[in-house]
């Protein structure tokens, strides 16, 4: 097994434009997280996705982010109209379903610079 | 709502010296406790975690943790650290039923000097 996957690793945009991130998760993992990191931080609870449900969205999460999941494998996160605000590190963890409470796995990050 | 409290932002040590990264806790239930790990440019790795049963916990490299429930505390330690051990560590907490989320402490970075 390779992990949890993201692409792209970085990404610098101009502040109005859209992003897209994408997160492959462990096979067989039916749940996945994305997380916000800003520096000094630690991460920032987004989202997460039973299969191809959306079953939690922060109130972080503003009407200019969308998450989706279809299928039930990758899933990606839009930023539409960027600010620089949302420069920050976005993680992707994925894990079995639980109870008891499966480890996370996470992946490497995208890092977004928007200018 | 629960909330994590790292209480050291930056911890320098010396090598193999012992080293305890603190972390405080707030739930009015019960809790599943996690220390994560990051290295520079990676993402974060399990350290160790807390679902139920003893309240000593060992981890990967040689860490532990003890949960402390009338001190709603989770300590992480190491009786003697190592240059590679220099990281961000990450205390978390999630409710049981809750779907997984992690709440996050805002990390402690752990400095080993030799």
């Known amino acids: 097994d390779t992990g949890v996957s993201q692409n792209p690793r970085h990404k610098i945009t101009k502040r109005g434009q859209n992003v897209t991130f994408r997160c492959d998760p462990i096979s067989e993992h039916n749940r996945l997280y994305w997380y916000r990191q800003t520096l000094g931080q630690g991460p920032e609870f987004l989202t997460y996705f039973q299969n191809e449900a959306q079953l939690e969205k922060s109130r972080l999460l503003s009407d200019r982010f969308s998450a989706e999941r279809p299928k039930g494998s990758f899933s990606t996160l839009e930023i539409q109209r960027t600010e620089q605000g949302d420069s920050a590190m976005y993680l992707c963890?994925?894990?079995?379903?639980?109870?008891?409470?499966?480890?996370?796995?996470f992946g490497p990050g995208t890092r977004l610079l928007v200018l | 709502a629960q909330s994590v409290t790292q209480l050291d932002s930056q911890v320098p040590v010396f090598e193999e010296a012992p080293v305890e990264l603190r972390c405080n806790y707030s739930?009015?239930?019960?809790?599943?406790l996690f220390w994560y790990v990051q290295y520079p440019n990676q993402g974060l790795q399990l350290l160790l975690k807390y679902l139920s049963g003893s309240t000593l916990v060992k981890g990967i490299n040689g860490f532990e943790a003890e949960f402390n429930k009338s001190q709603t505390s989770f300590h992480l330690r190491k009786p003697s650290v190592h240059i590679s051990d220099t990281a961000e560590y990450f205390c978390?907490?999630?409710?049981?039923?809750?779907?997984?989320?992690?709440?996050f402490g805002q990390g402690t970075e752990l400095s080993v000097k030799p």
């Open positions: 978390a907490v999630t409710r049981y039923n809750q779907g997984g989320k992690l709440i």
């Open positions: 739930s009015s239930v019960s809790v599943y």
């Open positions: 963890a994925s894990s079995l379903d639980g109870p008891p409470q499966e480890t996370q796995y």
